[in-house]
């Protein structure tokens, strides 16, 4: 059959939808011009503009930490939700459970933020903990809707995991939390990688829930260049964006990397 | 019911009533909710027997040898293993391993630290590992595959991997789910001697699940047939094909003629059955144990009826029909033969002249005989 011209001029228009805004972000990060949509030349100012500006620096140090902290205990939480799920299949509230475990996932982000916002209010007045809201309170906050993305991605690769390996160790004198760390953690480990990427990248994007439940001095990253872009666009937010995405295009490139391989190997002749 | 001859008791212990069984399952029930997986079942296993659980597909066969190797617990009944009584044992306490189905092999280890993981788990000093695994990869034939992942093995060699690994900790009896299940024909001919080469050398206990009865009869040295979660027969190959206890092992194993019939003479030394269906007398030549005018069926196998074109002397075990179909097997032809009472007679006659000008051919008028020890008289 005649390769068509219709196929390849689709894909290139969707690569061109989806990653023109980012290329030309990532150029103008390299303007000379004040101005963000005017080019005058090549420049990396803004890149040490960035680096002198301790406000943003604070946010992006800040979005890190509660995007790593709240992608693990969302690792370790969904994990175990996940392997309840599938794993137990008859037990009280299990239909609840799964469907509570999926809920945040379609729940808008302003009204979990506000939910929250309300449940740490209430906490505070009547258990007095958590003191007042900031880096705490987002992290419990991210930690729970990135529990369920977590479970999720576990849940379908435990789905086709073969129980009889789980037997088999155990036939061989493993005790359940031998088989555990032996055989089941090394199997699904692709899917606990991809789960904390995926929680971790949740955490540093979000703005709305984060906007809720921080508090004084607790402003995360998207929340300051948020704020900075209110009052016009400056070209350092343009360099800081550059270098996410350079560090997200690297940890995704090492995700991959690692999947290929733990994935099974073709038979080599 | 004939005599069979008498061979000594210490190569056949399940013979000698004194025997002591190796594994005693005795009245053993599995319920799943409400259904019965497994039925009151009671058998014993004795050392160094190689014992076939045969049975279809939910006949409760997988489920009793979970039960041995302690992923189910029993409902009711007790298992004893060696002596030892195995309720609340855990799988990884139990003297017993387990070669899966699925070959269970652990993706993420190659083939030696797939054999090896049974060992590590014992905690043996590293040098004897590697000589024990040295040792079961030369057993398995697969010296120089040990550095490979399982996913770089054909399905052969997995299942030799599969059962290296549960060889290793030198178990005293060996559990297969249907072990040769995944391998095509040829290659699972080959490997069903492997296998009983291999348990004869090491002189472990085993037992087989499977639903290929040719399989079992060609592995065992008993079987135990299954059906609806009951033990419906235990017996070896030749009991169980020859001498049949019931319709379900007749027809269960091998391709069998079945037909009704009524008791007409009931003496000590011979039955005479009269079968509409057969349009003849069935004299059967030993006693058996019925009344006069009861109902019972009568089952013979192809390869036992003979075919003739003059009639064979007698007034019994002789009938006559038309030669319907003719299945060429090059050994064998399977001559289906056309009664005039409609029913259907499936006969084998091996091919012993090479291209037979003479042989019986199609629509020929046939007379089929039998010996009068030839069938089984079964009544239930």
Redesign the interface.
Known sequence: MRRGWFLPTMAILGFVFLYAPIISLVVFSFNESKLVTVWSGFSTKWYGELFADPQMLGAAWLSLRIAAVSATIALVLGTLCAIALVRFRRFRGRTVLSGMVSAPLVMPDVITGLSLLLLFVGMESILGWPAGRGMLTIILAHSTFCMAYVCVVVQSRLADF?M??E?????????PA?VFF??TL??IAPALVSGWLLGFTLSLDDLVIASFVSGPGSSTLPMVIFSKVKLGVSPDVNALATIIIGIVALGVFAATIFQLR?R?????A | MAKKPQIAADTRPWRDPSAKPFVRISNVTKKFGDVYAVADVSLDIYKGELFCLLGGSGSGKSTLLRMLAGFEEPTSGKIEIDGQDMTGVAPYNRPVNMMFQSYALFPHMNVEQNIAYGLKRDHLPKAEIADRVAELLSLVKLQDYGKRRPDQLSGGQRQRVALARSLAKRPKLLLLDEPLGALDKKLREETQFELVKIQETLGVTFIVVTHDQEEAMSLATRIGVMNYGEIAMIGEPTDIYEFPNSKFVAGFIGSVNMVEGVVTEDEADHVRIRSAELGCDIFVGHGVDCAPNQILWWAIRPEKIALSRERPEGDANVTKGLVEDIGYLGDMSVYQILLDSGKRLRVTQTNTVRGNPDAITWDEPVFCTWHNDAGSVLTV
Not at chain 1, 167 to 175: C, N
Not at chain 1, 264 to 268: C, Q, T
């Open positions: 073969d009889s390996l037997e088999a160790a155990m036939d061989l004198g493993a005790t031998r032996d055989i090394p199997i733990s099974p190997k073709k038979a080599r």
